[in-house]
């Protein structure tokens, strides 16, 4: 069959099961948007490319099929950068396609030119440089391939106009192909295997720290049978949310920085650390030196450079998690730990004193009121795309997601401005779903054109904005390290209803507790996107924190006027 | 400690880019690196000596691993192995000094491969610590330029470092997207899978 480039492109993404991609035309796709017309695949335009890559990222994270973004050559490509370095940091399986000027003019600094494959080297799993119409067919399986096999990832394709242009005999092959360098079956040791099975069989005080992974291979149901039959506590990392009950008698919530301090002392007091799917970030371990010395490790990942890259392992099981954990399952006989939780349960006591939910109401409206209410209203079941920021953590701590895969983060890279248009993308994914958005009023100005896009889609995302009036993590950070030197963190907002409106959209503002309920009520049954403007006490913090270069215990706590560092 | 990598990567454009950026990257500096095709059509081999302790070449090799253009990486720096670097060395000869000049080619086993009224040019082949002895004994008589080519190597015994660079069998795309469609349903169809 006689095809041009862009035929070919939009024939392969149908093939590799594409429903909508998300983007933004320019000169140097003109062809490829040219052949949309005559596609089935849906296209959301974006209003930047950024919101277009995150929306790509969110609709992977959402279902786990491969978000596809588009965008033009130079200024174009160069516009989805951060969306592409949030995706890799956070292994989403994405597609970008870009278009490239003639590939007679590359080289030559042509209008709208620019080295897109030099650019995201370091921020793509692969990329690619397409002059050849006929290599869009075979790259494009590639391409794909890479992004949703192994450890996923963005992968990129530049493709030059006058490949988009050309045309060629084109029939799909379906056949299986290879990669020399790239083995996607991966499989640990068996002896390994063993090895930790004898681990986790003799451990007393066990710890799972359950990551990314748990999603991205589709383990809950092995981590579930894992944990009830093994009756081992689990701290989740900011990504792992939601691949493991938040109402689970068994889970510990979030680790960290911003962790509960129960799974914090837990993982401190830990005999054996079991890293599902996790890399042992900096904002998780806190001070290497001090980290869990008293555990042995062992780690389950895929990603073969994971493994010893920031805390050594007395064992490492390189492969697939969900095949591993039940491989690991099948040498395990069920164990109980009563007195070890019967520990971390006092520590969860400690921590409900000083939960802000349980103090006297002084008439104020504060952030975790905010997200617990939300939290009751939807009871635990809005699939929930955060910002980053106090709101980000805040929506960890307070939001207790129940329902799988239903919390998505920039964690990473901590990309502001990914809330909003993340949220559009995983909307797409899972239309049935109730989408909230949880902004800060910093991050949500940087991307809120998306709501025009929300707006002519006609789709429904409900934003939920913390608006305290300041850059609140790094006042937060200025407050306690930095004498209260409030430098350059003071923000004073447009009037978030009015922008709402102007897009057409319903805009609500709160600024008791008491009209909680009543918002999130009216937004739920509103039809289109809602913007929720929450006036928060602009000078609250994230507890508990563990300050950069402390290890996990060093925990500042909630009530302190004037912080200290407790050592417990 | 220096340490000498062999890795086998695919001979296409930009490859040796993202080796090097890679090496940037994650902040490993290279020593030596040198770059030739192999017996197998479209496959290059490279020979890299780096500067880094034990523990850091474990995770740089699994960086290089993780490349889907590196075919293969293998440490060689604990094998016994014959290493190889080449040097051309220009050094100015007048009537007095030939003799010795041409004297201490010969002690070294070098060669001289281009003569002219005022100049040599020599060529030597061997392992680092040779060359470098060589250098020092000719810089005396005032060498015009150097170049060399950096180090190659090759471990000893008849068995190959590699069985022709296969990678295994991929599956389908169709046979892809039910596999993610299959995760797909297990992320998302809670009661199935959590059954409380």
């Not at chain 1, 899972?430 to 909230?436: H, I, L, N, T």
């Not at chain 1, 407050?479 to 350059?488: N, P, V």
């Not at chain 2, 030597?124 to 250098?135: A, L, Q, R, S, V």
């Amino acid at each position: 069959m006689k095809l041009i480039g862009a035929q070919i492109l939009w024939e392969s993404l149908v093939r590799e099961g594409v429903e909508v991609v998300f983007g933004y035309p320019g000169g140097a796709n003109l062809p490829i948007y040219n052949a949309l017309l005559d596609s089935p695949i849906h296209h959301v335009l974006a209003r930047h490319e950024q919101g277009a890559a995150h929306m790509a990222d969110g609709y992977a994270r959402a279902c786990g099929k491969v978000g596809v973004a588009l965008a033009t050559s130079g200024p174009g490509a160069t516009n989805l950068v951060t969306g592409i370095a949030t995706a890799m940091m956070d292994s989403s399986p994405t597609v970008f396609i870009t278009g490239q000027v003639t590939s007679k003019l590359i080289g030559l600094d042509a209008f709208q030119e620019i080295d897109v494959t030099g650019i995201t080297l370091p921020i793509t799993k692969h990329n690619y440089l397409v002059t050849d119409v006929s290599e869009i067919g075979p790259t494009l399986r590639e391409a794909f391939y890479l992004a949703r096999s192994r450890r996923p990832g963005p992968v990129l394709v530049d493709i030059s106009k006058d490949a988009q242009q050309n045309s060629t005999d084109w029939e799909y092959d379906d056949s299986p192909f290879q990669l020399r360098g790239y083995h996607s079956d991966i499989r640990p040791v068996p002896q390994d295997i063993q090895k930790a099975g004898e681990m986790i069989q003799s451990a007393r005080r066990p710890v799972i720290l359950a990551g990314h992974g748990v999603l991205l291979s589709g383990a809950l149901g092995e981590l579930m049978e894992f944990v009830e039959r093994t009756n081992t506590p689990v701290a989740m990392t900011l990504l792992g949310l939601s691949g493991f009950p938040a109402s689970h008698p068994l889970n510990l919530g979030m680790m960290g920085m911003h962790g509960e301090a129960c799974a914090n002392h837990a993982i401190q007091d830990a005999d054996l650390l079991l890293a599902f799917g996790m890399r042992f970030d900096d904002r998780v371990t806190g001070d290497l030196k001090g980290f869990a010395t008293g555990a042995k490790k062992i780690q389950i990942d895929i990603d073969i450079a994971e493994i010893n890259k920031n805390v050594r392992v007395d064992v490492a099981l390189i492969g697939d998690l969900r095949e591993t954990l039940r491989q690991l399952l099948d040498c395990i006989e069920p164990c109980t730990h009563n007195d070890w939780i019967a520990t971390i349960d006092e520590y969860k006591g400690d921590s409900a004193i000083r939960d802000i939910q349980n103090m006297p109401d002084d008439g104020l409206l504060y952030a975790p009121h905010v997200i617990s209410d939300l939290w009751r209203y939807t009871q635990g079941k809005a699939l929930l795309v955060t910002d980053v920021g106090q709101n980000q953590m805040w929506a960890a701590q307070y939001y207790k997601v129940d329902n799988p895969v239903s919390f998505i983060t920039s964690g990473g890279l901590g990309t502001m401005g990914f809330g909003l248009p993340a949220a559009i993308g995983a909307k797409f994914a899972r239309p049935d779903a109730e989408v909230w958005v949880v902004a800060g009023d910093g991050g949500f100005q940087m991307t809120q054109a998306e709501l025009s896009t929300a707006a002519q889609e006609g789709i429904k995302v409900n934003v939920a904005i913390i608006n305290n009036g300041y850059l609140g993590m790094v006042r937060q950070w200025q407050e306690f390290f930095y004498d209260r030197r409030y430098s350059a963190t003071p923000m004073r907002g447009p009037d978030f209803v009015k922008i709402a409106e102007a897009h057409g959209l319903k805009g609500m503002r709160v600024t008791q507790r008491s009209e909680i309920e009543e918002a999130i009520r009216s937004a739920q049954e509103a039809d289109g996107t809602v913007v929720i403007d929450f006036k928060v006490e602009q000078e609250d913090s994230v507890y508990p924190m563990v300050p950069t270069g402390a290890h996990l215990k060093q925990m500042i706590r909630r009530p302190a006027p004037n912080p200290v560092l407790e050592n417990v | 400690m220096n340490h000498t990598i062999v890795a086998l990567v695919d001979d296409k454009p930009g490859v040796l880019n993202r080796v090097t950026s890679l090496f940037r990257r994650r902040a490993f500096n290279i020593d030596s690196l040198t770059v030739g095709r192999t017996e197998t059509p479209g496959i290059s081999r490279m020979t890299i000596v780096v500067d880094a302790e034990e523990q850091n070449i474990e995770r740089l090799i699994a960086y290089l691993v993780k490349l889907v253009n590196v075919i293969q990486v293998f440490n060689l720096s604990s094998v016994p192995t014959v290493n190889r670097d080449l040097a051309m060395i220009k050094v100015g000869a007048n009537a007095e000094n030939r003799m010795h000049i041409t004297q201490i080619v010969d002690v070294f086993r070098a060669r001289i491969v281009d003569v002219t009224n005022t100049s040599f040019i020599i060529e030597i082949t061997g392992d680092e610590e040779k060359i470098e002895g060589f250098i020092d004994v000719l810089r005396p008589w005032g060498i015009i330029e150097m170049v060399r080519t950096g180090i190659v190597t090759m471990a000893r015994g008849t068995t190959p470092l590699y069985p022709n660079g296969n990678g295994n069998g991929h599956l389908a795309p169709s046979e892809l997207i039910k596999d993610a469609e299959k995760t797909y349903e297990m992320r998302i169809k809670g009661e199935k899978i959590w059954p409380r």
